[in-house]
């Protein structure tokens, strides 16, 4: 609430003066940055009406949260427009909101950095979220809470741009619970369904782990630079301890928000939300969160060469992992969730590289953002015309059905393959070569990450052909509907198709633009820095040997699941197929590792209050009570027996009196 | 009475020791009086315990005169065993003899706690006598120089005249309570002669004498039932007691006779008239479903009516 | 003879009519034990004033007897009360104390 009336007292004022481009003095463009706070205040301010005034938005909540969204994003555009038309060195903009914390020490303005790698991330949140939230009024007409959809995903967008606007890691941690908020709450969206509930709080549990990395961060920050600003923290030339203290903890944060290795494992049930939700949250936006974290924290990982290892290595593992779970999955939006975590597994490889792949992890990041959101809106688009089927072994043959799904599905999955010139193509393959340029002279790094790069490439284009050619080519073996009726597949309408075409669109030809004339480098170069190194082989190599490992994949693809008869049921399978089905044990290495000893501990805490605490307390009071049971028994009721007690008091009595006095 | 006399000769020689009389009084009372507290603490019944008090206070008023003090020993004689006990066996007639007078002991372990207890304090007390030493008897001669009463009455009515008084007040005060204590309050209307009286004649029972049995010149026996005054026998003539164990004479043998007699061989048919109009004017229970007996068909035929009685059936059962 | 044998005797007495009122159940000789009680004192209190030639013992024994007549009126008018509602003169069966 503080700072929502913050936001709001800036948007009222709007003092010219508050607008601080970073040591610059024409304010030439101030009017149009005040726009920034109305990015996130607009759709919260909607989350907020559609949250309060309940059903009576239901037939028109949508509209508004569509308006909502489409309003940051044209705000978002203006200000793009007008830091364009900025000098490349004054593109940093501080918009101050006023005394958030202060507290001894501890003086924090809640403020709004707007610069080149913020903006990338607010254009493409409020662009792809925009033509996510078109696509829902369709995807969810039939669902009576779509108001309430609707709402949640404006408070995400709202708490996603927190995200990335912050100015410093307090407020971006605000924003960063937020879009946890809104995870939970659009993963549990049908929550009457206890499975979909149970993944719900899975993913929930499993962000709080990284957040407390993010809060032991801020921590760190704060004791060692006594602010948690961007602007002191990022200019504090740490100690090599302290940044890779503070580095490890925000990997640790990145990994839980971007499902990295190994906090992975709430990704894949996190598609039980709807699938607008999983294209917008859990493919574009949020989980891409941990590579802006890195990114955004390029000169502590700078300073820290061991945590910058580390990030390479999750990175490398996460991305295998997702390859080869994603070979195993035969539900269509499992295999997409873990190709999103083997896509975001490059982005982390690159941005530990440091500035040679900070640049790269973020144009991955937006291409990504394009094919992975246009798959996962093909993936609704299909359970729409197949009653909700979401196994691919019951798909085939359905491209002849819905030919726009189908061609912006292929966009996609040529983007994802790397095939020039998607766009993939450039960003996919800029990491791999700089993941080949040895890192502080040792060239067993570049072999080894830049193979498993490689590696990845291969595996990537062989799940997401099979993936592609399992639904829409080969034969069909469509199941019969749930109310036992013929599958009749067919074109979703054009509400879902338009955002589908324009992401296919950003998918074909996203990459070609923005790398073209090396223009992303040089917009977001004054932000991360950028360096050049010299791969261990020479480029042309390793394009053709990406290119090379692509097209074994997509052959080998080819030959299992488009010419040849897929079967209904699923085989039997190897080893590493059967352990990539349960997502390589990772729930079971979860349970074993974490849940029962955790148990055990809770178990034995709880022993040790009863036994322990209780114990004494009860065991205190039972002290009388067991006095009061055996006196008890003295008093029988029977006159005789108080009798007979007087009396040997009496006999006892004169014994004493006689022994006294003799 | 040799005690009593012979108590001031000695009482001056030896001023309060006892006199050999006196001694073998002792000697012969003391375990009598013993033997019978043991009877009380053993009696199983109440009464038998109640003697043995009695027993013991008796013994004790002839040592309460045999130690100078006569006024006492009359008053234990009249108080305790004219009075209490007295009062205590119409208390045992009252209440009658229960369960409780059963020695199986049932609390557990009282029975070892009161011996050791009774033998403990005895031993106590014993020691605490014996252990103690006393100062040579000055004896009760000078106490009781005219006589014992008038020596008690000077105290009584003279330094202890308020404990006196207030003992009155208290003897006043548990006469009542125990009026108050035994008294009942009357919750139903009280049933006098009258109303036992209204109640029997409500129930429907026969409130003249009942006939007595054998009036016949042939059987004037009790288990001969008698007749009523329309010549039919009357079952409840015969005593109850016969009428239960079953020996009661065969009716249906008289009833065959009077029959005859009714059918007009003893008599001639006015007689026989005569009696028909009385029996239609006596009401007798049963006489409805019995016709007259003039009218039966068949003589020393079985009757109906005598076979339908209730004590003929039994006899044929 | 010395005059301690009657003080035994009434302590022998005493001791026999406290292990009756322990050991007996039925109120009445239980009652009885209490009366055997006061006599054996009564006993005592006439030695000691023949002991001690003073008339004063004897006094205090006249009105342990009235007292103790009064205390029997009350007492059996109590055991009757008892007996009344509960049939039954044992004083185990009066046992409201406990609970």
């Known amino acids: 609430m503080h700072t929502l009336t913050a936001f709001a007292a800036a948007l009222h004022t709007v003092p010219a003066a508050a607008i601080g481009p970073a040591g610059d003095t024409d304010l030439s463009g101030a009017g149009v940055y005040a726009l920034a706070p109305a990015l996130i205040v607009v759709p919260l301010l909607s989350a907020a009406v559609l949250l309060l005034l309940g059903r009576r938005t239901d037939r028109w909540g949508h509209w508004l949260g569509v308006l909502a969204s489409g309003a940051s994003f044209v705000a978002a555009a203006a200000v793009f427009l007008a830091m364009l038309g900025r000098p490349s060195d004054q593109r940093v903009i501080d918009v101050n909101l006023g005394d958030w914390i202060n507290a001894g020490a501890f003086d924090l303005h809640a403020g709004i950095r707007v610069d080149p790698l913020s903006m990338t991330f607010v254009l493409l949140v409020t662009f792809v979220g925009t033509l996510i939230h078109v696509y829902s009024v369709a995807y969810m007409e039939h669902d009576t809470d779509r108001r309430r959809f609707f709402a949640y995903l404006n408070l995400f967008v709202a708490a996603m741009l927190t995200l990335v606007l912050a100015n410093s890691y307090l407020l971006l941690f605000f924003g960063w619970e937020g879009v946890g908020l809104a995870s939970y709450l659009l993963i549990g969206f049908w929550n009457h369904n206890t499975p979909y509930a149970v993944a719900a709080k899975k993913a929930f549990v499993a962000n709080r782990v990284g957040d407390v990395g993010l809060v032991i961060a801020l921590g760190l920050m ?56 999983s294209a917008l949250i859990h493919a574009a936006t949020m989980v891409t969160a941990g590579v802006y974290l890195i990114v955004r924290s390029a000169p502590i990982f700078n300073a820290a060469p061991d945590a910058q290892l580390v990030v390479v290595v999750v990175g490398a593992i ?42 790269f992890a973020i144009f991955h990041l937006v291409t990504h953002g394009f094919f992975k959101a246009g798959m996962f809106l093909g993936a609704g688009s299909v359970m729409h015309g197949m009653d909700d089927q979401v196994d691919m072994r019951n798909f085939g043959g359905l491209g002849r059905y819905m030919k726009i799904t189908y061609f912006t599905f292929m966009a996609g999955w040529l ?60 034969q069909k073996r469509w199941s019969k509907k749930r109310d036992g009726g013929d599958q009749h597949p067919h074109e979703a309408p054009r509400l879902m198709t338009w955002p589908m075409i324009v992401l296919a669109f950003g998918s074909v030809f996203a990459g070609m633009i923005l790398a073209s004339g090396s223009r992303f480098v040089d917009w977001l170069e004054p932000v991360t820095g950028h360096t050049e190194g010299d791969p261990v082989l020479p480029t042309w190599v390793l394009i053709a040997l990406t290119l090379a490992a692509v097209v074994v994949g997509l052959v080998l693809a080819w030959r299992r699941y488009a010419i040849s008869t897929v079967p209904v049921v699923p085989p039997v399978g190897t080893l590493l197929t059967r352990a990539a089905r349960v997502d390589l044990y990772q729930d079971s290495v979860n349970n074993g590792l974490l849940v029962e000893p955790g148990k055990h501990l809770t178990r034995s805490l709880v022993y040790a209050d009863r036994a322990g605490v209780d114990g004494t307390v009860v065991g205190i009071s039972r002290l009388p009570v067991g006095i009061g049971e055996v006196t008890r028994k003295i008093q029988t009721g029977f006159v005789r027996s108080y009798a007979a007690s007087m009396l040997v008091g009496l006999v006892v009595l004169v014994v004493v009196v006689l022994a006294v006095q003799s | ?59 004790l008023a002839f040592m309460y005169v045999a130690q100078d003090a006569v006024f006492l020993g009359v008053v234990q004689v009249v108080v305790y065993t004219g009075a209490i006990m007295m009062l205590f066996l119409f208390v045992l007639m009252l209440v009658g003899v229960d369960q409780s007078d059963s020695l199986v002991e049932t609390i557990r372990g009282q029975r070892w706690i009161g011996l050791l207890a009774g033998i403990g304090l005895a031993v106590v007390l014993a020691g605490v006598v014996g252990r103690a030493t006393f100062p040579p008897a000055t ?50 209307p009280r049933v006098g002669q009258r109303e036992l009286a209204d109640a029997r004649v409500k129930a429907g029972a026969v409130l003249t004498p009942l006939p007595a049995p054998g009036v016949y010149a042939r059987h004037n026996a009790m288990d001969v039932p008698a007749l009523g005054p329309d010549g039919r026998p009357l079952e409840h003539s015969v005593p109850r007691v016969l009428r239960v164990r079953g020996q009661q004479a065969d009716e249906r043998e008289y009833a065959a006779r009077i029959e005859r007699v009714l059918a007009g061989e003893w008599a001639g048919g006015e007689g026989s008239t005569a009696l028909a109009t009385t029996t239609e004017a006596v009401e007798t229970p049963g006489s409805d479903e019995n016709p007259p007996p003039h009218a039966r068909p068949d003589v020393g035929a079985p009757v109906p009516g005598a076979a339908t009685d209730k004590p003929a059936q039994e006899e044929q059962g | 003879m010395s005059l301690v044998n009657y003080l035994v005797l009434s302590a022998i007495l005493f001791s026999l009519g406290a292990t009756t009122v322990l050991l007996r159940r039925n ?19 006439v030695t000691f004033s023949r002991m001690h030639g003073n008339l004063t013992g004897q006094v205090l024994a006249f009105f342990v007897m009235v007292v103790a007549a009064a205390e029997v009126v009350v007492g059996l008018a109590v055991i009757i009360a008892i007996f009344r509602t509960r049939k039954s003169a044992s004083v185990d069966d009066v046992n409201l104390l406990k609970s």
Not at chain 1, 235 to 249: F, K, Q, R, W, Y
Not at chain 1, 335 to 341: E, F, K, R, V, Y
Not at chain 2, 41 to 56: E, F, G, M, N, Q
Request: net charge neutral; proline share 4%; charged share 10%.
């Open chain 1, 222 to 277: 704060f004791s060692h630079f006594g602010s948690v600003s961007f602007a002191t923290v990022l200019n504090a030339h740490p100690s090599e301890g302290v940044a890779t203290a503070i580095g490890l903890m925000l990997l640790l944060a990145a990994c839980g928000k971007s499902a990295q290795f190994p906090l992975q494992s709430w990704l894949g049930d996190a598609m039980a939300g709807p699938t607008p939700v």
């Open chain 3, 27 to 45: 109120a009445i000789i239980v009652f009885m034990g209490v009366e055997l009680m006061l006599n054996a004192s009564n006993l005592a209190l």
């Open chain 1, 415 to 474: 983007a994802i393959l790397g095939i020039p010139p998607f766009s993939g193509y450039f960003s996919k393959d800029k990491i791999i070569e700089a993941a080949f340029v040895p890192q502080n002279g040792e060239d067993w790094r570049a072999w080894v990450f830049g193979g498993v790069a490689l590696i990845g490439a291969g595996i990537t284009a062989f799940y997401m052909s099979r993936l592609f050619f399992m639904t829409f080519e080969g």
């Open chain 2, 1 to 59: 009475m040799s005690a009593l006399a012979a108590g001031p000769v000695l009482a001056t020689l030896h001023a309060g020791q006892a006199s050999t009389g006196e001694a073998i009084l002792f000697w012969v009372l003391a375990p009598i009086m013993v033997l019978a507290a043991l009877g009380l603490l053993l009696a199983r019944k109440a009464v038998h315990a109640a003697l043995a008090v009695i027993l013991v206070m008796i013994c």
């Open chain 2, 139 to 188: 004896g009760l001669d000078s106490a009781n120089d005219p006589s014992n009463p008038e020596g008690l009455a000077r105290l009584v009515f003279g330094s202890y005249v308020f404990a006196f008084e207030a003992v009155g007040a208290l003897l006043v005060t548990a006469a009542l309570g125990a009026l108050v204590l035994t008294h009942r309050r009357r919750l139903t």
């Open chain 1, 318 to 359: 996460t991305l295998l992992f997702g390859a080869i779970v994603g070979c195993a999955k035969d539900d269509i939006k499992k295999a997409l969730a873990a190709s999103t975590m083997s896509q975001i597994g490059y982005m982390i490889l690159a941005a530990g590289l440091g500035p040679i792949g900070y640049v």
